[in-house]
């Protein structure tokens, strides 16, 4: 069955890096886009970045935008989302999800998430 | 960029009751729209996806309708079950609604 498994998450000071892999199972990773979405506590769900199957095209909200990078290892099945100058809002659990096998069709599969606390 | 207008923010409703929720585009988004269904402290689940058909297990009480720039979820016979928070999302560049809380009167 179809596993996404989100790690890397923890406390982080202001200012600081991250680094979140996301580990895919039981489906061909290397044939479907990828996104990381975000939940700030007691918010709602805001989308982060996109990496097309294949790695060649990415797109990043504006939120994220030149502080952030999604990558992926389609040997190793791994989806990776890195991010620096890190501030408070950035504070959230990050999810990795699968888009459909259709085209524009949503994302059907989502990891249980990874909790980022940016704070001194 | 393409923002989504979600309404309402909260919702009561009592069992056996129909409830809609609305989602409005910035500009057209043809049927790349798609709802999730997020329960506390889970990962949201996809429902509908490309505006109006039906993710594969999810009960026939869902529905959704719409294209361009208006777009509606449609719970029937509403269970106790469905408690939760329901967001949509366009598939142009991928914003979220501001999500709608479900609760049971």
């Known amino acids: 069955q179809v596993q996404l498994v989100e790690s890397g998450g923890g406390v982080v000071q202001p200012g600081g890096s991250l680094r979140l892999s996301c580990e895919a199972s039981g489906f061909t990773f290397s044939a479907f886009d990828m996104h990381w979405v975000r939940q700030a506590p007691g918010k709602g769900l805001e989308w982060v970045a996109f990496?097309?199957?294949?790695?060649?095209?990415?797109l990043y909200a504006a939120s994220v935008v030149g502080r952030s990078t999604i990558s992926r290892d389609n040997s190793k099945n791994i989806l990776y989302f890195e991010m620096n100058s890190l501030r408070a809002e950035d504070t959230a659990v990050y999810y990795c999800a699968k888009d459909s096998y259709y085209d524009n069709s949503g994302s059907d599969y989502w990891g249980q998430g990874t909790l980022v606390s940016v704070s001194s | 960029d393409i923002q989504m207008t979600q309404s309402p923010s909260t919702l009561s409703a009592s069992v056996g009751d129909r409830v809609t929720i609305t989602c409005r585009a910035s500009q057209s988004i043809s049927n790349w729209l798609a709802w999730y269904q997020q329960k506390p402290g889970r990962a949201p689940k996809l429902l509908v996806y490309?505006?109006?058909i039906l993710q594969s297990g999810v009960p026939s009480r869902f529905s959704g309708t719409g294209s361009g720039t208006e777009f509606t979820l449609t719970i029937s016979n509403l269970q106790p079950d469905d408690v939760a928070t329901y967001y949509c999302q366009q598939y142009k560049t991928y914003i979220f609604g501001q999500g709608t809380k479900l609760e049971i009167k």
């Open positions: 490309k505006a109006s």
């Open positions: 990496i097309k199957y294949d790695g060649d095209d990415k």
